[in-house]
């Protein structure tokens, strides 16, 4: 076994210029040593030792490169927390891992940047495609026994499917997303079903219904299932000014919360990346009658609300992960740089 050891630059990230200027402030209970265990997450580490967890590639002295790919901390590292000669805090790894044995795990237990159980199925779901880009894939044409809906461990009857792929993930046409500012249509969210097994070649195949998370039927759309990509990623800020707006809380619900999955008019095309940390911030308008029994209407200053972190992103749009709440996050809700 090859055991790579990444140092660490002493230099301010380039990519936090930003940020320079802002003395970097620890947790008040910030601990000077933390050891890392199963389930411990690199937000929630973050946490532990800054006030504002999105700069801790300030505190590794990260730059731009290691942020991309960063170095590992697996449980049973040790977190030392230190200052460098100007007195500014610093981490430390400590390794506390076992040396190589005979045996090789094929699992990489490195921690995750954010709970991996609550974004996994929007890896690969949902899905922002363009208007009408479903219809060219396979379909569901009959269902077993004649149902209307079916669920898991039924079976389907699925028109033009690849014989090659084994397993699928099922999504029905959603809605358009628009952006709230221009009222564009940005993409379409494929509403995810759930996920399908080809037991039985052919045009029509037979498909038995694995995992079904809503209701099944004639007409929804099967794409091959795709293996979640392994990014290996760090919470950080951008570092330019990013000013746009909450499009859809992921459900069909109208207000997010902690834990929340939402979509945002901003993706790759303006530069946004996994891994970067926006604040949520509320906009508000007000509507009353002025003195002289006018409708007016004033604009309230926006007050943060919570902080996303982006999972997933594509040209015009991203997803996030509401990590932090202090109220309610609405649709045209801002997202901008912390």
């Given at each position: 076994?090859?055991?790579?050891?990444?140092a660490?630059?002493?230099a301010?990230?380039?990519?936090?210029?930003?940020?320079?200027?802002?003395?970097l402030?620890?947790?008040?209970?910030?601990?000077?040593?933390?050891?890392?265990?199963?389930?411990d997450?690199?937000?929630?580490i973050?946490?532990t030792?800054?006030?504002?967890?999105?700069?801790w590639?300030e505190?590794?002295?990260?730059?731009?490169?290691?942020i991309?790919?960063?170095?590992?901390?697996?449980?049973?590292?040790?977190?030392i927390?230190?200052?460098d000669?100007?007195?500014?805090?610093?981490?430390?790894?400590?390794s506390?891992?076992?040396?190589?044995?005979?045996?090789?795990e094929?699992?990489?237990?490195?921690?995750?940047?954010?709970?991996?159980?609550?974004i996994?199925?929007?890896?690969?779901?949902?899905?922002?495609?363009?208007?009408?880009?479903?219809?060219?894939?396979?379909?569901?044409?009959a269902t077993?026994l004649?149902?209307?809906?079916?669920?898991?461990?039924?079976?389907?009857?699925?028109?033009?499917?690849?014989?090659?792929p084994q397993?699928?993930?099922?999504?029905?046409?959603?809605?358009?997303?628009?952006?709230?500012?221009?009222?564009?249509?940005?993409?379409?969210?494929?509403?995810?079903?759930?996920?399908?097994?080809?037991?039985e070649?052919?045009?029509?195949?037979t498909?038995?219904?694995?995992?079904?998370?809503?209701?099944?039927?004639?007409?929804?759309?099967?794409?091959?299932?795709?293996?979640?990509?392994?990014?290996?990623?760090?919470?950080h800020?951008?570092?330019?000014?990013?000013?746009?707006r909450?499009?859809?809380v992921?459900?069909?619900?109208?207000?997010a919360?902690?834990?929340?999955?939402?979509?945002?008019?901003?993706?790759?095309?303006?530069?946004?990346?996994?891994?970067?940390?926006?604040?949520?911030?509320?906009?508000?308008?007000?509507?009353?009658?002025?003195?002289?029994?006018?409708?007016?209407?004033?604009?309230?200053?926006a007050?943060?609300?919570?902080?996303?972190?982006?999972?997933?992103?594509?040209?015009?749009i991203s997803?996030?992960?509401?990590?932090?709440?202090?109220?309610?996050?609405?649709?045209?809700?801002?997202?901008?740089?912390?």
């Amino acid at each position: 076994m090859i055991r790579i050891i990444f140092a660490f630059v002493l230099a301010i990230a380039s990519a936090l210029c930003a940020a320079a200027g802002q003395e970097l402030q620890l947790a008040d209970d910030a601990p000077a040593r933390y050891t890392v265990v199963p389930g411990d997450t690199l937000w929630g580490i973050s946490g532990t030792f800054l006030k504002e967890p999105w700069r801790w590639p300030e505190i590794w002295r990260m730059n731009r490169e290691q942020i991309r790919n960063p170095h590992r901390i697996y449980p049973g590292d040790v977190l030392i927390l230190d200052r460098d000669l100007q007195g500014n805090p610093v981490l430390r790894l400590q390794s506390g891992r076992l040396s190589p044995q005979i045996h090789a795990e094929l699992i990489d237990q490195s921690i995750p940047a954010i709970p991996p159980n609550v974004i996994r199925p929007f890896l690969s779901a949902p899905l922002i495609v363009e208007a009408h880009a479903l219809d060219r894939s396979a379909r569901i044409i009959a269902t077993q026994l004649d149902r209307v809906f079916i669920g898991n461990g039924d079976l389907a009857y699925v028109a033009d499917a690849d014989p090659a792929p084994q397993d699928w993930h099922i999504y029905r046409n959603g809605k358009p997303l628009r952006d709230p500012q221009s009222d564009e249509i940005l993409g379409y969210e494929a509403f995810y079903l759930g996920t399908a097994r080809q037991v039985e070649r052919g045009n029509p195949a037979t498909f038995e219904m694995t995992t079904v998370t809503q209701e099944v039927g004639l007409g929804d759309r099967l794409l091959p299932a795709m293996p979640p990509p392994l990014i290996a990623y760090v919470p950080h800020r951008p570092d330019f000014a990013v000013d746009g707006r909450v499009i859809s809380v992921y459900g069909g619900v109208d207000a997010a919360g902690r834990g929340s999955i939402i979509s945002i008019n901003r993706g790759a095309a303006d530069g946004l990346e996994i891994g970067h940390v926006l604040a949520l911030e509320r906009n508000r308008v007000l509507h009353q009658r002025d003195e002289l029994d006018a409708k007016a209407v004033i604009d309230i200053p926006a007050s943060r609300v919570g902080l996303l972190f982006v999972f997933r992103v594509f040209d015009r749009i991203s997803y996030g992960l509401v990590v932090q709440s202090e109220g309610t996050v609405e649709v045209n809700d801002f997202v901008r740089t912390p």
